[in-house]
């Protein structure tokens, strides 16, 4: 969605990106989950994991209100 000149993109969009993110960073041995044994391809991230991910990678968050439904956007700054 462009709002104002922005591009806004929605969680659902951007957890595939973050999820593949986190799981090369655990090949790579730089998360919290680095000791992870099983298949990464099998691990499930909780919503915060995805989120901190998503500030890492430069996504900040907004509120904005869309046919009176206020629904939360990531924006890239």
Do not use: C, W
């Not at 090949?27 to 099983?38: A, F």
């Amino acid at each position: 969605m462009i709002h104002n000149g922005i591009e806004y993109h929605t969680y659902d969009e951007l957890k595939p990106i973050a999820i593949q993110v986190l799981r090369q960073r655990i090949l790579d041995k730089q998360t919290k989950y680095s000791r992870y044994i099983g298949d990464i391809n099998k691990m499930d991230f909780n919503k915060q994991d995805i989120g901190i991910e998503l500030k890492n990678l430069g996504y900040n968050k907004k509120r904005i209100m869309k046919d009176g439904i206020r629904k939360l956007y990531y924006y890239k700054s």
